[in-house]
């Protein structure tokens, strides 16, 4: 049966989390936001704005304030008869406000969000953002320019177009439509067209410390009995600790954790049980999170080689586990190389349908061999 629209995610949400547009307040973002009020006040504003950092730092929910900001503004006009306004100094937006209200509602006339759609042939989202979603924006650009207000755009991803989207946005951002602001949400702009970067202004978001990370958790209703472990875990992204925190993710860690002290011996029985448990489309979110899990404990222990036990277990037993697969420079380096590898070969994995069990089992032993080679005497 094929998914309702009311049922289907939206790909700019973190599961269990609210959607950025009703985040009530960003934490951690202070510099970002000044630097935008700093352009706005001064008169250098761009058409194109290119939102940037690590996955679940708040650039969508930036990006979002960006807009509600823009669209509820009125721009800069000649100073008249009693000299200019005093120019914003925050981003904030009275919740009462039309526009703020129309941008929460989701029924902005002036607002386009452009995201991956939907594949109703295999009834699930889209990989990329594709030209057709792209095409979409004549129609909003024609139909909202009859007021004459501001139009804004947020694209999130930006890194998730094809090439012909990709192509179909810069040549909107090489010629502008009046009054148009482009923001780009980007996870990783090197996957961007050069030409796309250099025709926005970045505004940076950084990983958050560890008070931000806890005011982050509280804002969006997280509770844990592990917050040390959940923020070691999440490097700072707050993000992705509601992802870890929703999915059980803390218990699956702890399950590999288990399993991988056997290192450099490993149990069998237990890892093909492991791999066949996100098998099926049913457990398809569980596949995605292991395979990010995996990913994390390998630069976990590629790090400890370097720098030693880690000040924080993300499990049980971790810290010790770590040193001993990892001692020294030597095999931080085995770690780093796997790793790399591992990542690439179950991106191409996901992206070609390969069996998980299959794509997981393969990976676990990858895992032991690295681990022989790792403690092996030198």
Same mark, same amino acid.
């Given at each position: 049966?094929?998914?309702?629209? @009311?049922?289907?995610?939206?790909?700019?949400?973190?599961?269990?989390?609210?959607?950025?547009?009703?985040?009530?307040?960003?934490?951690?973002?202070?510099?970002?936001?000044?630097?935008?009020?700093?352009?706005?006040?001064?008169?250098?504003?761009?058409?194109?704005?290119?939102?940037?950092?690590?996955? %679940?730092?708040?650039?969508?929910?930036?990006?979002?304030?960006?807009?509600?900001?823009?669209?509820?503004?009125?721009?800069?006009?000649?100073?008249?008869?009693?000299? /200019?306004?005093?120019?914003?100094?925050?981003?904030?937006?009275?919740?009462?406000?039309?526009?703020?209200?129309?941008?929460?509602?989701?029924?902005?006339?002036?607002?386009?969000?452009?995201r991956r759609g939907w594949d109703d042939k295999?009834?699930?989202?889209?990989?990329?953002?594709?030209?057709?979603?792209?095409?979409?924006?004549?129609?909003?650009?024609?139909?909202?320019?009859?007021?004459?207000?501001?139009?804004?755009?947020?694209?999130?991803?930006?890194?998730?177009?094809?090439?012909?989207?990709?192509?179909?946005?810069?040549?909107?951002?090489? @010629?502008?439509?009046?009054?148009?602001?482009?923001?780009?949400?980007?996870?990783?702009?090197?996957?961007?067209?050069?030409?796309?970067?250099?025709?926005?202004?970045?505004?940076?978001?950084?990983?958050? /410390?560890?008070? @931000?990370?806890?005011?982050?958790?509280?804002?969006?209703?997280?509770?844990?009995?592990?917050?040390?472990?959940?923020?070691?875990?999440?490097?700072?992204?707050?993000?992705?600790?509601?992802?870890?925190?929703?999915?059980? %993710?803390?218990?699956?860690?702890?399950?590999?954790?288990r399993l991988f002290e056997g290192l450099p011996?490993?149990?069998?029985?237990?890892?093909?049980?492991?791999?066949?448990?996100?098998?099926?489309?049913?457990?398809?979110?569980?596949?995605?999170?292991?395979?990010?899990?995996?990913?994390?404990?390998?630069?976990?222990?590629?790090?400890?080689?370097?720098?030693?036990e880690p000040p924080v277990q993300g499990a049980?037993?971790? /810290?010790?586990?770590?040193?001993?697969?990892?001692?020294?420079?030597?095999?931080?380096?085995?770690?780093?190389?796997?790793?790399?590898?591992?990542?690439?070969?179950?991106?191409?994995?996901?992206?070609?349908?390969?069996?998980?069990?299959?794509?997981?089992?393969?990976?676990?032993?990858?895992?032991?061999?690295?681990?022989?080679?790792?403690?092996?005497?030198?």
């Open positions: 049966m094929a998914t309702a629209p @009311e049922d289907r995610p939206l790909p700019d949400q973190v599961d269990g989390a609210p959607h950025p547009r009703q985040t009530a307040r960003l934490i951690g973002q202070a510099a970002a936001e000044r630097d935008f009020l700093d352009a706005h006040a001064t008169g250098r504003m761009h058409s194109g704005w290119l939102i940037t950092g690590p996955l %679940g730092v708040g650039k969508a929910t930036l990006a979002w304030r960006l807009a509600t900001f823009l669209l509820a503004t009125p721009a800069q006009a000649d100073d008249g008869l009693f000299g /200019a306004p005093p120019p914003p100094t925050t981003l904030d937006v009275a919740p009462d406000h039309p526009d703020a209200r129309l941008v929460q509602s989701g029924a902005h006339p002036r607002l386009f969000v452009l295999a009834d699930r989202l889209r990989t990329r953002i594709t030209v057709d979603e792209v095409r979409k924006l004549r129609n909003f650009f024609a139909m909202s320019a009859t007021d004459g207000g501001r139009r804004v755009v947020i694209v999130d991803a930006a890194d998730e177009m094809n090439v012909n989207a990709a192509n179909a946005i810069l040549k909107l951002l090489e @010629e502008p439509p009046a009054h148009a602001v482009l923001l780009l949400v980007a996870h990783q702009p090197s996957r961007l067209l050069p030409t796309i970067r250099s025709r926005c202004r970045e505004l940076r978001c950084k990983l958050l /410390a560890a008070p @931000e990370m806890t005011a982050a958790l509280d804002q969006a209703g997280i509770r844990t009995d592990a917050p040390e472990a959940l923020a070691a875990l999440a490097n700072g992204s707050v993000g992705e600790a509601v992802r870890l925190a929703n999915l059980d %993710g803390l218990p699956l860690y702890a399950d590999l954790v011996r490993l149990d069998r029985p237990a890892a093909i049980k492991l791999a066949e448990s996100c098998a099926g489309r049913a457990a398809d979110t569980r596949y995605a999170l292991m395979l990010d899990l995996l990913d994390l404990f390998l630069a976990r222990t590629a790090r400890a080689g370097l720098t030693g049980p037993g971790e /810290a010790r586990l770590l040193t001993r697969l990892s001692p020294d420079a030597r095999a931080a380096r085995t770690w780093a190389v796997l790793a790399q590898d591992v990542s690439d070969r179950t991106r191409h994995g996901r992206a070609v349908n390969l069996d998980p069990a299959a794509l997981l089992l393969d990976t676990l032993l990858r895992i032991e061999a690295a681990a022989k080679s790792a403690t092996a005497p030198a």
